[in-house]
């Protein structure tokens, strides 16, 4: 059963924007810890951005001033807003977190990632 789920990845030309959404599952009681990674091809997953329970951000340098986390406890959401895209964006973007579960407890989850691909 899939925690995570992200939407809204694409195809977008350089200089434009996407937003990237993830949702927890219904079953999901809490959730904590946020963050955007993305792997681009023949490159190790790298982190994006992250977000805490006090709304404290922190981004790569790569997209510092480009990107912007949000996250929303209470709807068990998170979403990564992409401004002025390069070549180099393009990648799969995963969304990560400790989701809490009755089932398991906390765990650390994955989303299944969605691909972006800015064309020049």
């Known amino acids: 059963q899939a925690q995570l789920v992200e939407s809204g990845g694409g195809l977008v030309q350089a200089g434009g924007s996407l937003r990237l959404s993830c949702a927890a599952s219904?079953?999901?009681?809490?959730?904590?810890?946020m963050a955007w990674y993305r792997q681009a091809p023949g490159k190790q997953r790298e982190l994006v951005a992250t977000?805490?329970?006090?709304?404290?951000?922190n981004y790569s340098d790569s997209v510092k001033g480009r990107f912007t986390i949000s996250g929303d406890h209470a709807k068990k959401m998170m979403w990564l807003q992409m401004s002025s895209l390069k070549p180099e964006d393009t990648a799969v973007y995963y969304c990560n977190a400790d989701i809490l579960t009755g089932l398991y407890g906390w765990r650390n989850y994955w989303g299944q990632g969605t691909q972006v691909t800015v064309s020049s």
């Open positions: 977000i805490t329970t006090g709304d404290y951000t």
């Open positions: 219904a079953s999901v009681l809490g959730i904590n810890n």
